[in-house]
């Protein structure tokens, strides 16, 4: 999971397999924002999701959200290889400006 | 269509001499503006946040400083690098009005030697 001192985590799928990402959020928060990150690119934003949605699909892609466990999950469905990037999600600590990242995930889908 | 535009794409600069990077909005009247900065391999960390033209509000303190000379400008500069410095800065802009989305440009590639 995403947070706290873990370093990046790695994770090597094939093209076709299914594979999910987690994070955990330390303080209440009514947004999760999934950025992914091209390498040597800014990142860019993929699924927003508030806490009235525990759940946001956009094509292959399905977020979850569950305020109780402090929690939210980033799945691709039959991953590509075009899916390969750092994915990061993202919380706004409190009220206020700061956007806080987790530590990303950094997926590599194999042909 | 808004753009964002960051300079320099890349630079390679000595310990101790000064930086600027810029960031300029295009296709969105006021728009909050953030500077980023990222460890390679690491994740983003947010140093500045401005909501106007002559506002910025430190996130944290690593010996840089940034400006909002015009709406659609965002600077960010130190008198002194150091190694500590070197890393990818990106700069990033949101619509007001609650609309939380973060939009990123390039990033600029600073390596201090």
């Known amino acids: 999971s995403q947070w706290g001192e873990e370093n990046l985590q790695a994770l090597s799928i094939q093209e076709g397999e299914d594979v999910t990402m987690n994070c955990s959020y330390k303080t209440y928060t009514t947004v999760v924002h999934w950025y992914r990150q091209d390498s040597g690119r800014g990142p860019a934003l993929i699924i927003l999701i508030r806490s009235n949605e525990r759940e946001k699909r956009s094509g292959r892609l399905r977020a979850t959200l569950d305020t109780s466990s402090q929690s939210s999950s980033l799945s691709i469905t039959a991953a590509q290889c075009e899916d390969t990037a750092v994915y990061f999600c993202?919380?706004?600590?409190?009220?206020?400006?700061?956007?806080?990242f987790g530590k990303g995930a950094k997926l590599t889908v194999s042909p | 269509a808004q753009t964002i535009h960051q300079w320099p794409v890349a630079e390679i600069k000595a310990v101790g001499s000064p930086l600027s990077l810029g960031c300029t909005i295009k296709?969105?009247?006021?728009?909050?503006l953030y500077w980023y900065w990222q460890a390679t391999g690491g994740t983003l960390q947010q140093l500045f946040y401005?909501?106007?033209?002559?506002?910025v509000e430190s996130v944290v303190q690593l010996n840089l400083s940034a400006s909002r000379p015009k709406d659609d400008q965002f600077i960010l500069s130190t008198e002194k690098l150091l190694l500590s410095h070197s890393g990818f800065y990106l700069c990033?802009?949101?619509?007001?009005?609650?609309?939380?989305?973060?939009?990123f440009g390039h990033g600029t590639k600073l390596s201090v030697l």
């Open positions: 990033a802009w949101s619509p007001t009005g609650g609309d939380e989305r973060l939009f």
């Open positions: 401005s909501i106007t033209v002559g506002q």
């Open positions: 993202a919380t706004r600590q409190g009220t206020g400006s700061k956007l806080s």
């Open positions: 296709g969105k009247s006021s728009p909050n």
